[in-house]
């Protein structure tokens, strides 16, 4: 089966609909969507992109960002951007979404063979950047196979009798597939939608091709300057336009 991996959309719709149209012209057989949190946060399209969620995928776990819109948790993390864009997001929704939000589950959850999570699969709100934060994992994990966000960093690990190597992700390409080898463990990072931190300002999503084992990553380009036009207008911190240029 194909699966769509969507990570971090953060209210991003021209990032959003430059992927979907990406990766249905790339994978005209897509099986299944699931994005791993943060639908919203940041971004100036809360609404669209929540509504535009529930029609793609078919699985969708909380992120840190859609906990904090929609229960108030972990506000106290969150630096003075990121809580104003918070508590803006909060007005702009409806409150029938505001209630789909509520209602997302908690990662991990175990699909097709395949495990998906927002931050770490020990716990949604911890960040996976280095080797040394997935080898803490060792001996913990339920899957071989597992997704994973938060970082907005696309590519991830590979774990073998708990040895951690960094896997390649797309450069000057547009592409980038890892072969999922069946004896090592794979933690595995789509990269983020709508607000990619890997100095790549271009929009990441990744197919999961679980019949072949086949991790492909992906990125577009998408119109950045109409996305911080719409930040800027609304009134939200200015830096979150400015980042989106440079993917960090
Ligand atoms: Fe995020």
């Known amino acids: 089966m194909l699966y769509l991996l969507l990570s971090d959309l953060h209210a991003n719709l021209e990032a959003f609909e430059a992927v979907v149209r990406d990766a249905e012209a790339r994978y005209p057989h897509l099986d299944a969507a699931a994005c791993l949190g943060d639908v919203v946060g940041y971004g100036a399209d809360p609404e669209a992109v929540v509504g535009r969620i529930q029609e ?34 909060l007005n702009q929704l409806s409150p029938t979404s505001v209630d789909y939000l509520r209602e997302l589950p908690r990662g991990p959850r175990m699909l097709n063979g395949f495990q998906i999570c927002h931050g770490s699969p020990l ?27 938060h970082t907005h960093v696309q590519g991830g690990f590979r774990m073998l009798r708990g040895v951690v190597s ?68 609304a009134g939200l911190p200015e830096r979150l336009a400015f980042r989106l240029a440079h993917g960090r």
């Open 166 to 233: 960094v896997l390649p992700r797309p450069d000057e390409s547009d592409s980038e597939t890892v072969e999922v080898e069946e004896q090592a463990y794979y933690i595995l990072n789509p990269g983020s939608v709508g607000q990619p931190r890997d100095q790549d300002p271009r929009a990441a999503y990744a197919v999961y091709d679980s019949a072949n084992r086949l991790f492909h990553m992906h990125r577009v380009a998408y119109e950045v300057e109409v996305t911080q036009r719409k930040i800027l207008d």
């Open 123 to 149: 716990d949604e709100d911890e960040y996976l950047i280095t080797p040394g934060d997935v080898e803490i994992l060792a001996g913990r994990l339920d899957s071989g196979v597992i997704f994973f966000g």
């Open 56 to 89: 793609i995928a078919q699985t969708v776990i909380r992120g840190n960002h859609d906990k904090a819109v929609a229960l108030g948790e972990n506000l106290e993390w969150f630096n003075s951007a990121a809580r104003d864009a918070t508590y803006w997001t």
